[in-house]
């Protein structure tokens, strides 16, 4: 069996569902190695043969999407699919998933405007200035009483204690991310936060007191320092989160708060209730009253890893995603009620997002001014 035969034979076993983890990392290594022109035609050319009279309901792609989740995750870690080109990630996934019958079609019915992915783009501002510093411009170092603030081309701005000078300690400093835009703080106890689009963190230069508060809007993950003696408090507008150390994601995007934990314990106030969390569990705060259950983690943590993860996700819940890290607007009142199980490089060019939605959802859409709807609900 010569090269092109073993991809073409991993490649079906692979769209059938059929691949044992051993196959599939033999297919992720012929895919590495492959001329990419060719790669990518056998692939459209299965997307071109599709079956669209087979019906895929929301458990059968859910069952499909769970499978291929565990056996990448079985994969040797030096076998890994997201080191593909971006097509070839989106294609590969989708494909897999949407072996039951749900595949590309034509996807817009006006011509695609030049849209890209988000980036590492934030602005912080100091109380001692009235304009907020574009951390994307120039590297920032500034010296706050004992707190040495310093950025990163990664990305990534570091509040580092050099002395035990308290001065400017409780002035409160606030960073911003807009859309399409991404950024990494480490503040000065240890903790590490990583903000999402159009979100904003409020925080001491330094924690000066019993505890350690900072005021969130928007979406962050948090990994926490422990510190018994002085708790880690997340002010939301909904209520607050109360940590000693631990790792979660607060998501406030929605007139709502939701906690995911992934390890530690938090425990959430509103008005009216008191909940502790486990780790895998998620507490939504509305209208005072706090609700829990058994969650996703993989996808509530995937932006933090640079992918879009969504398991049976709404469209809109989809796209609002999308929206903020691509800095786009969307008609929600166009869209119909779709499901979605996808698994995306959130570096995936727009135009291949787009090709991605109309395959997992058979619509069309359309792009006028950065607005975009669906023409055909």
């Keep these: 069996m010569d090269k092109q035969d073993r991809l073409d034979f991993l490649y079906q076993k692979y769209l059938n569902n059929t691949a044992t983890a051993a196959e599939l990392q033999l297919l992720f290594q012929e895919m590495d190695s492959a001329e990419e022109g060719k790669l990518k035609n056998q692939i459209m050319q299965e997307l071109e043969k599709a079956d669209f009279s087979i019906a895929a309901d929301d458990n059968r792609l859910a069952a499909v999407f769970a499978k291929l989740e565990d ?8 076998i890994s699919l997201w080191r593909l080109p971006a097509w070839a990630k989106v294609a590969a996934v989708v494909t897999a998933v949407l072996g039951l019958g749900l595949l590309a079609r034509p996807y817009l019915v006006s011509e695609p405007e030049v849209i890209v992915p988000g980036g590492f783009h934030a602005a912080l501002q100091l109380k001692s200035e009235d304009e907020p510093v574009d951390l994307n411009k120039a590297a920032f170092k ?21 002395s035990d000078d308290t001065t400017g300690l409780q002035a409160m400093n606030v960073l911003q991310t807009p859309a399409g835009g991404m950024y990494k703080i480490t503040l000065s106890d240890g903790s590490a936060v990583m903000l999402n689009s159009k979100s904003s963190l409020e925080f001491p230069v330094g924690f000066y007191g019993p505890n350690r508060r900072v005021k969130l809007k928007g979406e962050a993950y948090f990994q926490v320092a422990k510190n018994k003696e002085k708790p880690f408090i997340v002010e939301i507008e909904q209520g607050n989160v109360q940590v000693l150390g631990t790792t979660f ?16 314990s938090v425990r959430l106030t509103s008005a009216q209730q008191v909940q502790l969390l486990s780790p895998g569990e998620r507490g939504i705060i509305q209208k005072r009253i706090i609700t829990v259950a058994q969650v996703d983690t993989a996808a509530a943590r995937g932006w933090t890893k640079g992918l879009f993860v969504f398991n049976n996700a709404p469209l809109g819940e989809v796209l609002a995603q999308v929206s903020r890290w691509y800095d786009i607007s969307v008609d929600y009142a166009s869209l119909p009620d779709r499901r979605l ?21 058979r619509l069309k859409f359309k792009m006028e001014e950065r607005r975009l709807s669906v023409v055909n609900p």
Excluded at 147 to 161: A, L, M, V
């Design 341 to 361: 199980h996808m698994r995306l490089n959130m570096d995936t060019p727009f135009e291949e997002v787009l090709q991605m939605l109309s395959a997992t959802t």
């Design 71 to 78: 056996q990448i995750s079985e994969a040797p870690k030096t």
């Design 249 to 264: 994601t607060i998501n406030t995007y929605n007139g709502q708060s939701a906690t995911t934990l992934f390890e530690g």
């Design 142 to 162: 500034r010296n706050i009483g004992g707190i040495q603030i310093t950025t990163s081309p990664e990305g990534t701005i570091t509040y580092t204690r050099k």
